[in-house]
């Protein structure tokens, strides 16, 4: 079956910089849509981040714009959350995700989305 694994979340001082990585197994990356979503305690999943299949179209939430850069390798079958100016309110699970069918658009909803990772904790300190 399809699995999404992340890595590379920890603790980090506010103001740094941590890069996550979603490896796919089960199926190739390259025909899909990704998304980013991360989880507080006590709150919803929320929309971060997404990608087109074709890698052309990005999208994120205006919490994190212009801090977060999602991208994809394709040849490593890995989708990548590069978050730079991190800030204690960043605070989450990060999840990665992904849609059920190729032809599925990538959205803000985690209803979008059918495949999901086990989540990577990141922790911002002040």
């Known amino acids: 079956q399809v699995q999404l694994v992340e890595s590379g979340g920890g603790l980090v001082q506010a103001g740094g910089s941590l890069r996550l990585s979603c490896a796919v197994s089960?199926?190739?990356?390259?025909?899909?849509?990704m998304g980013w979503f991360r989880q507080a305690p006590g709150k919803e999943r929320e929309f971060v981040s997404a990608?087109?299949?074709?890698?052309?179209?990005?999208y994120y939430a205006d919490s994190v714009k212009g801090r977060f850069t999602i991208s994809r390798v394709y040849a490593k079958n890995t989708v990548y959350l590069q978050m730079t100016s991190l800030k204690p309110e960043d605070t989450a699970v990060y999840y990665c995700?992904?849609?059920?069918?190729?032809?599925?658009?990538?959205?803000?909803?985690?209803?979008?989305?059918?495949?999901w990772g086990q989540g990577t904790q990141v922790t911002v300190s002040s």
């Open positions: 995700a992904s849609p059920l069918f190729p032809d599925a658009v990538v959205g803000r909803a985690p209803s979008t989305y059918g495949y």
């Open positions: 089960g199926r190739t990356s390259s025909g899909y849509g």
């Open positions: 990608i087109s299949r074709s890698g052309g179209s990005t």
